[in-house]
């Protein structure tokens, strides 16, 4: 009987809106952002040809050849004019430039972080409903607070022709402002959201093939998890079942951890970052049709001039991220396999752990 093996790439914070917005077709009215845009274009004039596609440079092939494309979309989607009061920055962008996630394929989006309601709920609302016209599933926030709480659930297609089950949560552990927004899914590390979590991933109807958990958690430009985010982490494995957690928000490239033969990765750099690739296989024991993660590559990237790349192995940024991804995976007990792979990604074989 062949074997099931499929593919999940997984991306960081995806910021489509300000300056990237202000370069497509349509886009919301913002006259200072629109003033440094023309500053770009006039010295990038190659920027005049900037379209959906655009954002994502020479990284398509790689999101058209997965089986699921998985991001933290950290921006709102919405005309809405009127912004969260007093925060630094609010990011948004028209909801006619949704096509930029379609042109990738990208099947789901993680809607909890500090940035979905940047023009108030009604901006939220309106992001939720684009992503529902799009046909792109989403979780961590809704138009209900059961849509908010619930996975979104998404169909993987096998080798061996079977459909397997994957269910996505999204929490975030910040801003606490938003607290009082119901249908947004905010977390702390408490008992209490230790209790929670562990009701909504455990319930009967949660059982899927593959269990996924996307939190954006912990400060920006931290090299490490806290204590807190590794318990938390832990926790979701031992008593909530989760195969795979997607942490995103530290804005530095931190280290991944395979425990108990799960994988979680902690977070992602903003202008060198990567593309996150799984691998995933049918189980061999005795709970057929689960899918257990076999394999990670990391496709180092860069991001200039609004479009990111893949870095080439021979480039200096490739060289200082693998020796980063190295040490701080290092740190954790996880090995990192020696060569890189053919297109330069590096490689943990979760099964050699």
Not at 217 to 227: A, F, L, Q, R
Not at 323 to 336: D, H, P, S
Request: proline share 4%; glycine share 6%; net charge negative.
């Amino acid at each position: 009987m062949p074997s099931t093996r499929s593919q999940l790439n997984f991306v960081g914070d995806v910021m489509l809106g300000r300056l990237i917005d202000q370069l497509l077709p349509n886009h919301v009215r913002c006259p200072e952002d629109a003033r440094h845009v023309a500053h770009f274009v006039a010295i990038n004039p190659e920027l005049r040809d900037y379209g959906f596609k655009s954002p994502w440079g020479n990284t398509i092939p790689l999101f058209h050849s997965a089986n699921l494309n998985l991001i933290n979309l950290e921006t709102s989607v919405t005309n809405h004019h009127r912004p969260w009061p007093n925060k630094v920055f609010n990011y948004r962008m028209h909801p006619m430039n949704i096509q930029c996630l379609k042109e990738a394929g990208i099947h789901y989006t993680s809607l909890a972080n500090n940035h979905t309601l940047d023009y108030s709920e009604e901006g939220l609302l309106e992001t939720v409903r684009t992503l529902k016209d799009a046909g792109i599933a989403f979780a961590g926030a809704g138009e209900t607070r059961d849509e908010a709480c619930r996975p979104a659930i998404l169909k993987l297609q096998g080798e061996d022709n079977e459909t397997y089950s994957v269910h996505v949560y999204s929490v975030s552990d910040h801003p606490s402002d938003w607290s009082t927004v119901l249908n947004f899914h905010l977390i702390d590390y408490s008992s209490k959201t230790r209790n929670h979590l562990k009701s909504l991933l455990t319930s009967s109807a949660s059982q899927p093939d593959l269990k996924i958990f996307s939190v954006h958690w912990g400060p920006n430009y931290s090299w490490t998890p806290s204590n807190n985010i590794r318990s938390l982490a832990h926790f979701l494995i031992d008593e909530c079942g989760v195969d795979i957690i997607h942490g995103h928000s530290s804005h530095h490239i931190q280290g991944v951890e395979v425990y108990k033969e799960k994988l979680i990765i902690y977070g992602y750099r903003n202008n060198i970052s990567a593309i996150w690739r799984v691998t995933v296989e049918k189980s061999e024991e005795e709970d057929r049709g689960k899918l257990v993660v076999k394999k990670l590559q990391v496709f180092p990237s860069c991001i200039k001039r609004f479009q990111v790349n893949l870095l080439e192995q021979h480039d200096t940024d490739h060289r200082w991220a693998l020796g980063k991804f190295r040490e701080l995976t290092g740190a954790f007990g996880t090995k990192v396999e020696k060569a890189v792979g053919q297109d330069g990604q590096i490689v943990v074989d979760l099964t050699s752990q």
